[in-house]
């Protein structure tokens, strides 16, 4: 129901005021981007009608089946999924305007093979593992440098910031370190001052920490179940879709 959506969204932005206060920054320095997968179209629309119409999906196929009910109402659409190569062609078909987990440079260059022939550009950042857990897909953190100076080569790609899943953890202190990370590997990328590359984006922080990651800098925070609803496939199934087929 639209109520719950409102009142869930209202929540959300409420947590999101108070951190952007108690870290002194600034509300319109912070995105909500909604993190819809499993979520039914009819109910992402719900939510673009309550003004949030930033969303973002894991799988190329749940993108295509929501592409028809979603194309009535404008809004922006990301990518957070692991993606394969072989899906490249597909997602460049339902204009995602950024794909945020792009963690390699063999992906990257396949991305960038078939934006030429078409003759398009894409928005990217780059996923970086910063828990350092094998479950997990991203750069890792010692390598991201070297990954970013390869990938301001490809020419239709755009790199506009870094994306991190933090650690699934109740010590704080330990997600913390996670967001810290990227916003020290920003930093570090920053001050290379290579052409082509904008890294202002830090796309970190999900429904059960966004308050450390705004703290820590988060420009974008990522939320599905606070608004949706607890979904009924394990994360795992998303972000190692490597195993889950197996
Ligand atoms: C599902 C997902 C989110 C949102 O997680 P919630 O805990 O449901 O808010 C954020 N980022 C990525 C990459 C996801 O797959």
Redesign the pocket.
Known sequence: MKEDIQHNLNLINERIENACLRSNRQRSEVQLLL?T?TVPAERIKLAFECGELLMAE?KVQEIKEKYEVLKSIAHTKHF??YLQSNKIKDILKYDVSCIQSIDRLDLAEKLNQRLLFENKTMDIFVQVNTSYEDSKFGAKPEETLALVEQLANLEAIRIKGLMT?GLFSSEVEKVRKCFRLLKELQQKIKALKIPNVQVEELSMG???DLEIAIEEGATMV?????IFGERIYP?HY??DESKALK
């Open positions: 993190a997968k894991n957070i999924g899943i999900m429904s059960g990522r939320v599905g179940t606070a994360d998303y972000w």
